[in-house]
Structure formats: C-alpha cells, structure tokens
C-alpha cells in the first residue's frame, strides 16, 4: 500500500498501515507520524505535565489565557482590597472596622434598627456642624463648636441663651 500523507495529527488514517504492508515501509510510517506532531504542536519545546482533564478545562478559550483573566479584573468586579469600588450591593452582615473614613450617602439617609456611637456624632448642616458627644452621662449638642446643650440622665435640659418652648411630649 502507498504511504498516506499528513501534515497535522488529524491527517493520520488509524487504520494504516496496514497489516499486509511491507516491514520496510514501517520507518516510512514513523517519519510521517513524528512529522504530524512536531506540526500540530510546533511549539512544544519541554515536557508537557498537563492531565487531559487540565487540558480539556482550555476548550472553547479563543485566546490568550492571561489576556482573558486580566480582562475580567477591569470589567466583571474589583479585586478584594481594591480603593475603586464605587457601588455594592446589600450588605446584610459585618462590620466596618476602623480606618474606613467618610461614607457619603449622596442625598440618601442612614438608618437602622440601633445605632450606637462612643465620642462624637457630627451633622454637617451647611457651613457649620451639629455635634452630639456623649460625655459621661450628659449628651452635649454643639454647634460649630460651641457647647449649646446639655441633657442628663434625669431629664434635665441646660441651654445656653433664649428658649422657646411650647407643645407637649
């Protein structure tokens, strides 16, 4: 029988050669399969250690690996640790810890079920703050840094200047 030819290893006909064909032709047949690997896998300078299950994991990859991955850590999220986070979604559990910094809620309010604070709670309310300290068992609310109130744990209010009052509680 002829030899087949082949350039690449999808080009080898399993069925050759043939159980009839000459001992003579057998190095024919080792050249043209060494051939058709070396041009299917041109590249390949060193053992390869990948198991055929690794291998099968790069099906459907239209191009590079390294390109794919860093394309998805500018587009589908931002790396843990990241300082360019702009949105989240809800978040339901944790704890922000110290060092975070200001969190600007836009014109949205924070609420919660309790809100608890050791030191000061300030307000920003046009060019000056509101301040509310917990200082012992007084509440002190300030404004732009002055001390106008104090209320204490009997219920009794201190201002400083004019008060007007009406209603009830």
């Keep these: 029988m002829a030899l087949e030819s082949a350039t690449y290893i999808n ?8 159980s009839t064909d ?11 399969i060494k051939g058709a690997v070396k041009a299917t896998f041109p590249n390949i300078a060193g053992a390869v250690t990948l198991t055929h299950t690794e291998l099968n994991y790069l099906s459907g990859a239209t191009s590079g690996l390294q390109s794919q991955i860093d394309n998805l850590s500018t587009t589908k999220g931002v790396k843990e640790g990241s300082s360019s986070i ?11 810890t110290s060092g975070f910094g200001t969190i600007d809620t836009g014109t949205s309010s924070i609420t919660g079920g309790a809100m608890s604070s050791s030191g000061t709670v300030t307000m920003t ?6 301040a509310f300290t917990v200082s012992g068992n007084n509440l002190i609310i300030s404004y732009d840094g002055t001390s106008k109130m104090k209320l204490d744990t009997a219920g009794n209010l ?8 009406f209603g009830t509680i």
């Design 11 to 18: 080009d080898l006909n399993a069925a050759n050669p043939a």
């Design 22 to 32: 000459g001992l003579a032709q057998a190095d024919d047949h080792f050249r043209l």
């Design 158 to 165: 201190t201002v400083v200047g004019d008060v007007t009052a």
């Design 86 to 96: 702009v949105t989240t979604g809800a978040v339901n559990a944790g704890s922000i």
């Design 125 to 130: 309310a046009g060019a000056a703050d509101w």
